[in-house]
């Protein structure tokens, strides 16, 4: 494990340090997580036939507990190291559903930690994330977030009246670099969509009145099929695609992270998460983004401490916020969802066939979108395995340039 540079700020530091730009910066991090991302969460559940408080104690899970270990990391390292949750990880999950029991998935996500986390130990992760080429990875990606772009096509059709005011917030703060500086595009979608669904009578309220959170354990349910079918592709989506993105973040703001210690964290936290149903727990790219977008360096840890202590508090409140985005119509998670994911899904076509790999990172994404069940194991596995065997067979130089991976970097103005 990485050792801090400096000791952890003390009270009277860390509050000379606590200027209003990076409490904005934490706030709006915590918006785009609590928004798209959590979008994404909702439409799975919803189409894995999840219950309402099971999907509330996921959102739980991903706010309260991550929220925990961001200010724990932000404060000892004086950076801001934002965790969450995967994101492929989660669309991973929507498929597996259709074929397997939610306590098999939750065994997926506990097996999940513990590979991870002997990964963190052994000291394996960077020989890891170099194994598999990032074009391939990403082709898997780009075929799994595809199912989002063509929702948020349908909502259009299908429900104008709530799609379309949504993009076209969206698109006036994305074409904005002032305004999208203050309110992101992604939140403008969902305050415009919010007020379309007022204006036409269509918000549903459902039943219950639980505000503060009442996690549900789930026992897992040991499965060989979830094991192959999620284990290998959710680590990698950690490891390689959602760690890495957030390591090149960083980075590029003048940041070391520490690849080690938030590996071992990763693995920790995804099995403490896993307990109340939540997926896998990754250092996040595109909230680390926002975090740093603005401000000194050296205080850039106060933005972290900031997002992850109102996740914390987004968390207790989670049965009172899942409530109230299911009783909109599913136009509106579709349309946010779709949105929150464009510019991951452009990142992913980009780095897959952009150079090395490009024809082993097509096949990736032709099995990864053709819905494969082979030996009741899901498409994204055989997509791994499709184009890394392609690629081996026809793209063998790609495998000896001494090249740096391609990293994706998060564009948070659209993200």
């Known amino acids: 494990m990485e050792r801090p540079p400096r000791p952890p700020p003390n009270a009277r530091e860390f509050l000379g340090d606590a200027k209003p730009r990076y409490a904005i910066n934490g706030f709006v991090g915590l918006v ?18 999840l219950t309402q408080a099971q999907l509330a104690s996921w959102v739980f899970g991903v706010f309260f507990l991550n929220g925990s270990l961001t200010v724990l990391a932000s404060w000892v ?3 801001p ?5 995967t994101i492929p990880g989660t669309v991973l999950v929507g498929p597996a559903l259709t074929h397997l029991k939610w306590p098999e998935v939750v065994c997926a996500f506990l097996a999940t930690g513990v590979l991870i986390l002997l990964l963190g130990l052994t000291g394996w992760v960077k020989r890891v994330m170099a194994a598999i080429p990032m074009p391939i990875v990403m082709g898997m990606v780009a075929g799994v977030f595809l199912s989002f772009g063509l929702d948020l096509v349908h909502a259009l059709a299908r429900d104008a009246v709530i799609a379309l005011p949504m993009l076209a917030a969206f698109l006036v703060l994305a074409c904005s670099s002032v305004l999208n500086r203050y309110v992101p595009p992604v939140l403008g979608a969902l305050i415009a969509g919010v007020l379309a669904v007022l204006a036409v009578g269509r918000f549903g309220v459902l039943p219950g009145q639980q505000v503060l959170a009442a996690p549900v354990l789930q026992a897992p349910q ?3 099929q979830a094991i192959l079918e999620l284990v290998v592709p959710l680590t990698i989506t950690v490891l390689v695609v959602q760690n890495g993105q957030g390591v090149a973040v960083l980075r590029s703001a003048g940041h070391t992270a520490p690849v080690n210690t938030s590996t071992l964290a990763c693995g ?5 998460s896993a307990a109340v149903g939540a997926a896998p727990t990754c250092l996040t790219g ?6 740093v977008a603005s401000g000194e360096r050296a205080r850039h840890y106060v933005a972290g401490v900031t997002c992850g202590l109102l996740a914390m508090i987004f968390g207790l409140f989670a049965p009172l916020f899942t409530r109230t985005m299911l009783g909109m119509p599913s136009s509106f998670i579709a349309v946010l969802g779709g949105l929150a994911m464009l510019r991951v899904l452009q990142n992913s076509f980009v780095t897959a066939f952009n150079g090395r790999f490009s024809f082993g990172a097509l096949v990736t994404f032709i099995v990864t979108v053709s819905d494969l069940q ?4 899901g498409a994204a596995f055989w997509g791994l395995v499709a184009g890394l065997a392609v690629s081996w067979l026809l793209e063998r130089p ?6 740096a991976r391609d990293v994706p970097e998060a564009e948070p103005a659209a993200a």
């Open 398 to 403: 790609d495998f000896g340039r001494e090249e």
């Open 32 to 49: 785009f997580s609590a928004t798209g991302p959590t979008a994404v969460i909702l439409a799975v559940g919803q189409q894995g036939g």
């Open 77 to 79: 390292y004086r950076q």
């Open 81 to 85: 190291l934002s965790f969450f949750w």
């Open 268 to 272: 920790a936290w995804s099995m403490l």
């Open 374 to 377: 082979l030996l009741n194991i």
């Open 286 to 291: 595109p909230t680390n983004a926002l975090l």
């Open 222 to 224: 040991w499965s060989w």
